[in-house]
T-cell receptor
Framework: DAKTTQPTSMDCAEGRAANLPCNHS???????VYWYRQIHSQGPQYIIHGLKNNETNEMASLIITEDRKSSTLILPHATLRDTAVYYC?????????????WGLGTSLAVNP | EPEVTQTPSHQVTQMGQEVILRCVPISNHLYFYWYRQILGQKVEFLVSFYNNEISEKSEIFDDQFSVERPDGSNFTLKIRSTKLEDSAMYFC?????????????FGAGTRLSVL
């Protein structure tokens, strides 16, 4: 089972920041937080990941709480093309078994 | 930008028939995966493959399923005798070797319809 919980759905106005929360209270010390998204009828797409520090790339920012029990994905200026299901996944990077365990994610609707 | 390609995009088959879903992972990637997603449900892990052998497989990946990397570029998923419940999107993914990250790159998927 997935080790994360996310709200089922969220709305965001186009051009505004989208803040997507994720709880991972049972995360272990060597597990990273990964975010992927799945635009309708497409394959999942990697967005960003982090261990304990906040991270930023060209797609998004990731804020991880100090106790690492929750995180927030921030899309700073959401566009209509950001409408998708967003998945928060915890995974370690060790060994050869690197399966991703998916939950139901958050369905983000960006509205004009 | 390199990408994972999957063929065909849609496969229709009769129950009991064998199907082979094909994937070309990103070259120089070392880890390969198959996932499936039944319509409206979660993405589910099927199998991971590294160093020419299966690293891990899920309960879904029973004796009807097999994977192969026949020629160093293709990565295939075979379902020996398809069942109605095998109807789903099948996603192939690959990732490079890295101790620092487990970023998986996904193909667009093959929609399998078993009639």
């Amino acid at each position: 089972d997935a080790k994360t919980t996310q709200p089922t759905s969220m709305d965001c106005a186009e051009g505004r920041a989208a803040n997507l929360p994720c709880n991972h209270s049972t995360i272990s010390g060597n597990e990273y937080v990964y975010w992927y998204r799945q635009i309708h009828s497409q394959g999942p797409q990697y967005i960003i990941h982090g261990l304990k520090n906040n991270e930023t790339n060209e797609m998004a920012s990731l804020i991880i709480t100090e106790d690492r029990k929750s995180s927030t994905l921030i899309l700073p200026h959401a566009t209509l093309r950001d409408t998708a299901v967003y998945y928060c996944i915890v995974s370690d990077n060790a060994g050869n078994n690197r399966k991703l365990i998916w939950g139901l994610g958050t369905s983000l609707a960006v509205n004009p | 930008e390199p990408e994972v390609t999957q063929t065909p995009s849609h496969q229709v088959t009769q129950m009991g028939q064998e199907v082979i879903l094909r994937c070309v992972p990103i070259s120089n990637h070392l880890y390969f995966y198959w996932y499936r997603q039944i319509l409206g449900q979660k993405v589910e892990f099927l199998v991971s493959f590294y160093n020419n052998e299966i690293s891990e497989k899920s309960e879904i990946f029973d004796d009807q399923f097999s994977v192969e990397r026949p020629d160093g570029s293709n990565f295939t998923l075979k379902i020996r005798s398809t069942k109605l419940e095998d109807s789903a999107m099948y996603f192939c993914a690959s990732s490079p070797h890295s101790q620092a990250k487990n970023i998986q790159y996904f193909g667009a998927g093959t929609r399998l319809s078993v009639l």
